[in-house]
């Protein structure tokens, strides 16, 4: 099984050039039941990442461009009347895939963004009195762009909550540049890998990350963590009990794709920056360095 | 069978350590047995001798027991116990087979070491237990330890030991003491050691004058008196039989002097064992300390016999008060014999001299008449005074004093013979006083004036005797043989060691070993709490379990609180890794991960890369999985420290 994600992660790495830990963390994320956040300048991959990994591991694929008229239904669905069945009639929307993409989100109103992140959350479409399960697994990848961009809605910090891990990716590193200049098939675009799994061992691995163990001095190595971002007014505030459930999740997820089937200070250490990056909010405005975090929490 | 052979070897080897001093003490077939037993035990670890069967084992033991019986066949005591006990530790050798009966055994050789103190408790076998201790200590320790080396173990144990050192000294303090020896144990050696007997013959002080043995140490209060005033007086002798000087006369006990003199001399005197009952005290003893008496020739019986070595505070004043005149029974004398003795103080007497006159007519003859202070004076029979006065003329003190006493009892004056010791030697490394048996010395009281006066014949025939001591006369150089210098040089080294190791056993006897009952009973007095009173005693009760409380809580709350944090093997295995790695210059991130920190190693000291990664990995699948190995863990750790980098 793990031998699948690793094939399914070197596939990805031919395709997303030099960005192996974001791979690997969107795996995590994905493994963990979690939604991704990426942050970032256009034209850097997101799309290319979000599609890549679907192809890869067998699942469906969606993409919504947010803009700010985008209504609920566009991604929800809608019931239109069908007068030849005298009914109304469902037609789903967007979100009714296993990936979706959601392009700039913070370019969609508040409405929309809502509604989307209920969603994500709830795992199901709640509409005209009937409930409509989404498909499984079910990923959001969604996209930022820059906040000082205009013109644009900012996710509200409880929000932000629902996104398990908020990564950018970047500039690719230098050969990794050369190599995407130097690609010529297909207009430049990457050719997409074939699937080496579904949807349905997804959720098989899935069921498998939440039996790694968490022994006592790690969840203690948790706490702490936790607790070090509640003291002390560093933050305006603390890391919620749901963000320390997320990333014991995480860390299961990241010590599964290591091929153990136990948690280490390690994984916790690898996840945190990323899960803990949008729901830490430096009092008085200066950045903290995530590092710096680990750095002052010793492992029990 | 026990996993690890070292192991075992090391157990028997403290086990061999713990017993060594009782090989000589127990009869010759428990010696042989214990030391074959462990040899058949190291044939068990070794060779793979079969574990003998439990009814042979049975049949063993039994047949120990009868034997032991059967050899002693008496009441049961110290010597049937250690023997036992000996027997066992080669019983339960035989039999060990887990880490179980190793620890039996070590706990067994605890009790073995402490049974060395029935026999002595002297210095060098204090130095030795602890010793023992520390080898069983260090042992017990082994066998819990990864490693196979033996040094940090016994530093361990070492450590051990000086942590419990407060306790020991608190305990030695203040625990309750007995009155009496050590559990009622005689130490039968201390029996027909050499001293004086309770009669003076040609002969009984010369055979002491050639033994170095200490007859007692004085610690004196304030400034040493002058050599030629130490007298230490022990017995008056008041009969003579024509060949022997003993004690017939009954005594009294002394008045009691109220005043202490101003010119009196305070001392601590501490007596070897001699079995008497007698004591030996400066030149006039004025006052009896507790558990003796002060007889009216002024000297100190102890209400018991001297048995183990004891110490007297004592009072000495050079002149003593008026006492009531001697009757004639103090100038009484066989009716015959001696007759030219006779005959000379009778031609004194009848020339009119009076007591201080014949006294020195005494000495003048001594002193001009061709007298030898010599050790070997030959054998006398019969008429002995008549054969050293006008034949030998060849005596040590006792010859002297007999002769003299003899004649002021033939001229009419009350005399009697003093023995005990005269003398002593400073040591310069305790500042206290030794007095050896070769100090003995015997000399003459005479009555006059309303009181005893001491007159010492051996001081006209032979000055050097008082002014150096009895070795000055009986050694070579004090017979006019020279030395040659390497030998000189050699004697004072000897001496120099001598007098060291005397005040190093003398500062244990006084602060270890006469730390009695009556001591801590000042102690608690001075403290404040004395125990003969109501008040006194309840007092001290209520401390004693005040204190007792306080410990058995510190004792509860740590139990409690080791309860709350078990403290995890795992974890304490991988700080000592970490402390290793420390001292190797690379220590652990706080916030390191054991992975990380193992990567970093092995990116550091690549060629330790292997060693850590496998220790990182088991201690990873302990602490943090489900499964991994505690054994491998251990032994993993153990060759990590061990090894050299």
């Given at each position: 099984m793990v031998?699948?994600?690793?094939?399914?992660?070197d596939?990805?790495?031919?395709?997303?050039?030099?960005?192996?830990?974001?791979?690997?963390?969107?795996?995590?994320?994905?493994?963990?039941?979690?939604?991704?956040?990426?942050?970032d300048?256009?034209g850097?991959?997101?799309?290319?990442?979000?599609?890549?990994?679907?192809?890869?591991?067998?699942?469906?694929?969606?993409?919504?461009?947010?803009?700010?008229d985008?209504?609920?239904a566009?991604?929800?669905g809608?019931?239109?009347?069908?007068?030849?069945?005298?009914a109304?009639?469902?037609?789903?929307?967007p979100?009714?895939?296993?990936?979706?993409?959601?392009?700039?989100?913070?370019?969609?109103?508040p409405?929309?963004?809502?509604?989307?992140l209920?969603?994500?959350?709830?795992?199901q479409?709640?509409l005209?009195?009937?409930?409509?399960?989404?498909?499984?697994?079910?990923?959001v990848?969604?996209?930022?762009?820059a906040l000082?961009?205009?013109?644009?809605?900012?996710?509200?910090?409880?929000?932000?909550?629902?996104?398990?891990?908020?990564?950018?990716?970047?500039?690719?590193?230098?050969?990794?540049?050369?190599?995407l200049?130097?690609?010529?098939?297909?207009?430049?675009?990457?050719?997409?890998?074939?699937?080496?799994?579904?949807?349905?061992?997804?959720?098989?691995?899935?069921?498998?990350?939440?039996?790694?163990?968490?022994?006592?001095?790690?969840?203690?190595?948790?706490?702490?963590?936790?607790?070090?971002?509640?003291?002390?007014?560093?933050?305006?505030?603390?890391?919620?009990?749901?963000?320390?459930?997320?990333?014991?999740?995480?860390?299961?997820?990241?010590?599964?794709?290591?091929?153990r089937?136990?948690?280490?200070?390690?994984?916790?250490?690898?996840?945190?920056?990323?899960?803990?990056?949008?729901?830490?909010?430096?009092?008085?405005?200066?950045?903290?360095?995530?590092?710096?975090?680990?750095?002052?929490?010793p492992?029990? | 069978?026990?996993?690890?052979?070292?192991?075992?070897?090391?157990v028997?080897?403290?086990?061999?350590?713990?017993?060594?001093?009782?090989?000589?003490?127990?009869?010759?077939?428990?010696?042989?047995?214990v030391?074959?037993?462990?040899?058949?035990?190291?044939?068990?670890?070794?060779?793979?001798?079969?574990v003998?069967?439990?009814?042979?084992?049975?049949?063993?033991?039994?047949?120990?027991?009868?034997?032991?019986?059967?050899?002693?066949?008496?009441?049961?005591?110290?010597?049937?116990?250690?023997?036992?006990?000996?027997?066992?530790?080669?019983?339960?050798?035989?039999?060990?087979?887990?880490?179980?009966?190793?620890?039996?055994?070590?706990?067994?050789?605890?009790?073995?070491?402490?049974?060395?103190?029935?026999?002595?408790?002297?210095?060098?076998?204090?130095?030795?237990?602890?010793?023992?201790?520390?080898?069983?200590?260090?042992?017990?320790?082994?066998?819990?330890?990864?490693?196979?080396?033996?040094?940090?173990?016994?530093?361990?144990?070492?450590?051990?030991?000086?942590?419990?050192?407060?306790?020991?000294?608190?305990?030695?303090?203040?625990?309750?003491?007995?009155?009496?020896?050590?559990?009622?144990?005689q130490?039968?050696?201390?029996?027909?050691v050499?001293?004086?007997?309770?009669?003076?013959?040609?002969?009984?002080?010369?055979?002491?004058?050639?033994?170095?043995?200490?007859?007692?140490?004085?610690?004196?209060?304030?400034?040493?008196?002058?050599?030629?005033?130490?007298?230490?007086?022990?017995?008056?002798?008041?009969?003579?039989?024509?060949?022997?000087?003993?004690r017939?006369?009954?005594?009294?006990?002394a008045?009691?002097?109220?005043?202490?003199?101003?010119?009196?001399?305070?001392?601590?005197l501490?007596?070897?064992?001699?079995?008497?009952?007698?004591?030996?005290?400066?030149?006039?003893?004025v006052?009896?300390?507790?558990?003796?008496?002060?007889?009216?020739?002024?000297?100190?019986?102890?209400l018991?016999?001297?048995?183990?070595?004891?110490?007297?505070?004592?009072?000495?004043?050079?002149?003593?008060?008026?006492?009531?005149?001697?009757?004639?029974?103090?100038?009484?004398?066989?009716?015959?014999?001696?007759?030219?003795?006779?005959?000379?103080?009778?031609?004194?007497?009848?020339?009119?001299?009076?007591?201080?006159?014949?006294?020195?007519?005494?000495?003048?003859?001594?002193?001009?008449?061709?007298?030898?202070?010599?050790?070997?004076p030959?054998?006398?029979?019969?008429?002995i005074?008549?054969?050293?006065l006008?034949a030998?003329?060849?005596?040590?003190?006792?010859?002297?004093?007999s002769?003299?006493?003899?004649?002021?009892?033939?001229?009419?004056?009350?005399?009697?013979?003093?023995?005990?010791?005269?003398?002593?030697?400073?040591?310069?490394?305790?500042?206290?006083?030794?007095?050896?048996?070769?100090?003995?010395?015997?000399?003459?009281?005479?009555?006059?004036?309303g009181?005893?006066?001491?007159?010492?014949?051996?001081?006209?025939?032979?000055?050097?005797?008082?002014?150096?001591?009895a070795?000055?006369?009986?050694?070579?150089?004090?017979?006019?043989?020279?030395?040659?210098?390497?030998?000189?040089?050699?004697?004072?080294?000897a001496?120099?060691?001598?007098?060291?190791?005397?005040?190093?056993?003398?500062s244990?006897?006084q602060?270890?070993?006469?730390?009695?009952?009556?001591?801590?009973?000042?102690?608690?007095?001075?403290?404040?709490?004395?125990?003969?009173?109501?008040?006194?005693?309840?007092?001290?009760?209520?401390?004693?379990?005040?204190?007792?409380?306080?410990?058995?809580?510190?004792?509860?709350?740590?139990?409690?609180?080791?309860?709350?944090?078990?403290?995890?093997?795992?974890?304490?295995?991988?700080?000592?890794?970490?402390?290793?790695?420390?001292?190797?210059?690379?220590?652990r991130?706080?916030?390191?991960?054991?992975?990380?920190?193992?990567?970093?190693?092995?990116?550091?000291?690549?060629?330790?890369?292997?060693?850590?990664?496998?220790?990182v990995?088991?201690?990873a699948?302990?602490?943090?999985?489900?499964?991994?190995?505690?054994?491998?863990?251990?032994?993993?750790?153990?060759?990590?420290?061990?090894?050299?980098?």
């Open positions: 031998d699948t994600l690793r094939r399914a992660l596939l990805l790495g031919g395709v997303v050039l030099g960005k192996d830990l974001q791979l690997r963390l969107s795996m995590a994320c994905l493994l963990a039941r979690g939604h991704l956040l990426i942050e300048i256009p850097i991959g997101k799309t290319t990442l979000a599609k890549a990994l679907a192809t890869v591991l067998g699942l469906d694929f969606k993409r919504v461009q947010f803009t700010n985008l209504l609920p566009d991604v929800l809608v019931s239109v009347f069908d007068a030849a069945e005298s109304f009639v469902f037609h789903p929307g979100v009714f895939t296993n990936v979706l993409l959601a392009d700039e989100i913070n370019r969609g109103t409405r929309t963004q809502s509604a989307l209920e969603v994500m959350e709830e795992q479409v709640s005209d009195n009937s409930t409509r399960l989404l498909p499984r697994p079910f990923f990848l969604a996209t930022q762009n000082d961009q205009a013109g644009t809605y900012p996710l509200p910090e409880s929000q932000l909550d629902r996104f398990l891990f908020r990564i950018s990716l970047g500039y690719p590193d230098l050969d990794s540049e050369l190599e200049l130097g690609r010529s098939q297909h207009g430049g675009r990457p050719v997409l890998p074939e699937a080496v799994t579904s949807a349905d061992e997804i959720l098989d691995l899935q069921e498998q990350v939440d039996h790694v163990r968490t022994s006592t001095p790690l969840l203690r190595y948790v706490r702490d963590l936790l607790e070090w971002t509640r003291a002390g007014g560093r933050f305006v505030n603390g890391l919620s009990p749901r963000a320390g459930q997320a990333l014991v999740r995480a860390a299961r997820a990241w010590a599964f794709l290591d091929g089937d136990y948690v280490l200070p390690e994984d916790v250490q690898a996840v945190f920056p990323s899960l803990a990056v949008h729901r830490l909010r430096p009092a008085g405005g200066t950045p903290v360095d995530m590092a710096a975090v680990l750095e002052a929490v492992i029990p | 069978m026990i996993h690890d052979k070292r192991r075992f070897s090391v028997l080897a403290a086990l061999a350590v713990a017993f060594a001093p009782h090989l000589l003490r127990v009869p010759l077939f428990v010696g042989a047995f030391c074959a037993a462990w040899g058949y035990a190291l044939g068990m670890q070794y060779r793979g001798w079969a003998p069967p439990r009814w042979l084992r049975v049949i063993l033991a039994l047949a120990c027991l009868a034997l032991v019986f059967a050899w002693y066949g008496r009441s049961f005591g110290r010597d049937e116990g250690v023997a036992l006990l000996s027997l066992m530790l080669g019983l339960k050798a035989i039999e060990s087979k887990s880490v179980r009966d190793m620890l039996a055994l070590l706990f067994l050789a605890y009790f073995v070491v402490v049974t060395n103190v029935l026999y002595s408790q002297g210095l060098v076998m204090s130095a030795y237990m602890i010793f023992s201790v520390l080898a069983v200590t260090a042992a017990l320790v082994h066998l819990h330890s990864a490693q196979a080396r033996l040094a940090p173990d016994l530093r361990r144990g070492a450590v051990l030991l000086a942590q419990s050192l407060p306790l020991a000294l608190l305990l030695f303090v203040f625990f309750p003491r007995l009155p009496g020896a050590l559990w009622g144990v130490d039968d050696r201390d029996e027909g050499t001293g004086f007997s309770d009669t003076l013959e040609p002969g009984s002080v010369s055979s002491l004058s050639l033994s170095a043995e200490v007859a007692f140490r004085v610690d004196f209060a304030g400034p040493v008196p002058d050599r030629d005033a130490l007298y230490w007086r022990g017995l008056v002798l008041d009969s003579f039989d024509g060949a022997r000087w003993f017939a006369l009954p005594f009294e006990l008045a009691r002097d109220d005043v202490l003199p101003p010119d009196r001399v305070e001392y601590a501490t007596l070897e064992p001699h079995g008497k009952e007698w004591l030996f005290a400066l030149d006039l003893p006052a009896a300390p507790r558990g003796t008496v002060l007889r009216s020739d002024r000297t100190l019986a102890s018991r016999m001297v048995r183990s070595r004891m110490r007297f505070e004592l009072v000495s004043a050079p002149v003593a008060g008026v006492s009531r005149a001697p009757g004639p029974e103090w100038t009484a004398l066989p009716g015959e014999g001696n007759p030219q003795a006779r005959e000379l103080a009778l031609g004194w007497k009848a020339a009119g001299l009076g007591t201080r006159a014949m006294i020195d007519a005494a000495l003048a003859l001594f002193r001009d008449g061709g007298f030898v202070y010599s050790l070997q030959g054998a006398m029979e019969g008429d005074i008549d054969q050293f006008f030998s003329r060849r005596g040590y003190c006792e010859h002297y004093a002769a003299m006493t003899f004649l002021l009892r033939t001229a009419g004056v009350p005399a009697r013979v003093v023995a005990g010791y005269q003398g002593g030697e400073m040591n310069p490394m305790g500042e206290y006083m030794i007095v050896r048996q070769s100090d003995a010395h015997a000399w003459v009281e005479a009555w006059d004036g009181r005893w006066l001491r007159v010492d014949p051996t001081s006209v025939v032979a000055p050097q005797r008082l002014a150096f001591g070795e000055a006369v009986t050694s070579p150089q004090g017979q006019g043989v020279d030395m040659p210098g390497g030998a000189r040089i050699l004697r004072r080294a001496r120099f060691f001598q007098l060291g190791w005397d005040a190093a056993n003398n244990w006897n602060w270890v070993l006469g730390f009695s009952h009556d001591r801590q009973r000042s102690l608690w007095q001075r403290l404040g709490f004395d125990p003969s009173t109501r008040e006194g005693a309840g007092k001290l009760a209520g401390l004693l379990a005040l204190g007792l409380a306080v410990v058995l809580g510190a004792v509860f709350w740590f139990m409690l609180r080791s309860r709350r944090q078990p403290p995890d093997p795992v974890v304490l295995l991988y700080a000592r890794f970490c402390r290793r790695m420390e001292r190797a210059g690379l220590p991130g706080a916030a390191e991960g054991p992975l990380d920190y193992a990567s970093r190693i092995a990116r550091e000291r690549p060629e330790l890369g292997p060693a850590v990664r496998d220790l990995d088991a201690y699948a302990l602490r943090y999985g489900s499964g991994g190995d505690m054994d491998v863990f251990n032994r993993l750790v153990g060759e990590f420290i061990g090894r050299r980098f």
